[in-house]
């Protein structure tokens, strides 16, 4: 049997896990680039050998991933699924095991790592057939060889035709090579109180409220008036953080030097003034405090998020909630951003290619399929032609969003998106920034210091850099 040599890359000291992903409490960005990764621990730098693909396809498929959300979208509409127990599966005379980890604390890359560090030598029926991962880390893993081409799988271009751009951008390799695919699209918008909308704009209508938030400058405005009629704009200044850090400039890392963009400076500034003047607070995301906001007691007039946020994220099935009232709305905002995703990766080893490729086909590519995610778990689909229909169909609303259909808004941020300004370093500084920038906000250090901070964790976390 023909072998590879892989190069192994993976190590948590890589890129540090964010908690918050799509349609969990688990996150998401960063993109495959043309830069390199940043340095592995030589620990784990030792070549490994990985068996191709036996001709003669296994009886179990594994599947790593950090939530159920996967998992939930393949019972319901993977065609021929059923469900034995609450980590087994069949597909015809296959069974399906499920390896979920959560992410806190890094444990879900730590345990996928060293699984796949062990792929060469594991057993068939214990190899690694198909794993899943978020943007943020993206290039740690689809630039090495532990993930197959998906050319390999014998899926086309044509195959993939109708995909939004950035999500296969978003995952391929420095040489070119896609290296997942994902069955969803994740565009973000601007989301708002109906009833804090009609108290203090005067209407609830997207097109009047976008003129509120229409630009950056208007929004610190309009927090003003919020703080008058006492609302906080946002939860907290980590909620549009996502949108400046997505309309950057430049990359965070040339030439081997941290540079920290204007937009994300602006973001400091606007944040500052917001947070002295007690419009807005300093709450980490998905915390108890931050997750306040999902309630009228909360007082918070706007968060900023993509479809699985609004549906999975603001408690829309709590009594009480403002989502369970439908009671909020959505319009486009200061800047257009995107936010989480996940991705299918096949493992380089897999005895199940077969399989694997139908599944990417049937859940990233059958617009049937897909278009019943959209109806069924209100999901923003992977598929051009599905929602630019669904966006036209007068039938399709959120009962989250007070019967609005927001999708057109959603397919017009998916074709924008750019992703020519993120690297492999994202995660590490977008982390360490936000940390360090909560000492300035909250006085417990001023700008230079925070700043100081800031570049002394990144230098820790990746020595090979500068500022």
């Known amino acids: 049997m023909k072998k590879k040599v892989l190069s192994a890359l993976l190590t948590t000291a890589m890129l540090a896990s964010m908690l918050v992903g799509c349609g969990s409490s688990n996150d998401a960005p960063a993109a ?7 340095a592995a621990s ?3 730098a030792a070549s490994t050998e990985v068996a191709e693909p036996a001709a003669e396809e296994g009886k179990v498929l594994n599947i790593y991933a950090w939530n159920e959300e996967f998992k939930s979208r393949l019972i319901a509409h993977y065609p021929g699924y059923e469900e034995v127990d609450g980590t087994t599966g069949k597909i015809g005379d296959v069974t399906v095991k499920w390896n979920i980890t959560p992410s806190n604390d890094n444990a879900y890359q730590n345990n996928l790592d060293a699984n796949l560090l062990k792929q060469a030598d594991a057993a068939t029926d214990d190899k690694i057939d198909m794993f899943l991962i978020e943007a943020d880390y993206a290039l740690k893993y689809v630039d090495t060889d532990y993930t197959m081409p998906i050319a390999d799988l014998g899926i086309t271009d044509a195959d993939l035709a109708n995909q939004y751009q950035y999500t296969k951008d978003i995952v391929t390799d420095s040489k070119g090579v896609l290296k997942g695919v994902s069955w969803q699209g994740c565009p973000g918008v601007l989301i708002y109180s109906r009833d804090v909308a009609k108290e203090v704009l005067g209407s609830d209508d997207p097109a009047e409220v976008q003129k509120a938030v229409v630009d950056w400058d208007t929004f610190t405005a309009t927090a003003e008036t919020m703080k008058k009629a006492g609302y906080f704009m946002t939860s907290s200044a980590n909620d549009t953080y996502r949108v400046y850090s997505n309309n950057v400039s430049g990359k965070w890392v040339q030439d081997g ?18 947070v002295d003047a007690k419009e807005t607070n300093t709450y980490d995301l998905w915390s108890d405090d931050w997750s306040k906001g999902f309630y009228p007691d909360g007082k918070v007039f706007c968060y900023f998020g993509p479809a699985w946020f609004v549906d999975f994220s603001m408690a829309a099935d709590t009594d009480g909630s403002i989502a369970n009232a439908g009671k909020w709305g959505a319009t486009e905002g200061p800047q257009g951003f995107f936010w989480g995703g996940t991705w299918v990766c096949a493992a380089q080893g897999t005895d199940n290619a077969s399989l694997v490729k139908d599944i990417i086909l049937k859940m990233t590519t059958d617009t049937d399929i897909m278009t019943d995610i959209v109806k069924d778990d209100n999901d923003f689909v992977n598929n051009v032609p599905a929602m630019e229909a669904m966006a036209a169909d007068t039938s399709y609303s959120s009962k989250v969003l007070g019967g609005q259909n927001p999708l057109a808004m959603y397919c017009a941020g998916a074709e924008k998106i750019d992703l020519s300004n993120l690297s492999a370093y994202d995660q590490g500084c977008n982390e360490s920034f936000q940390n360090a920038m909560k000492n300035y906000f909250e006085g417990k250090t001023d700008l230079d210091g925070a700043l100081d901070l800031f570049y002394k964790a990144v230098e820790e976390k990746y020595p090979e850099l500068t500022h």
């Open 257 to 274: 030097k941290i540079v920290v963009d204007d937009n994300i400076m602006k973001w400091v500034e606007d944040s500052k003034k917001m």
């Open 32 to 38: 495959a680039s043309s830069e390199a990764a940043p």
């Open 42 to 44: 030589t620990e784990a």
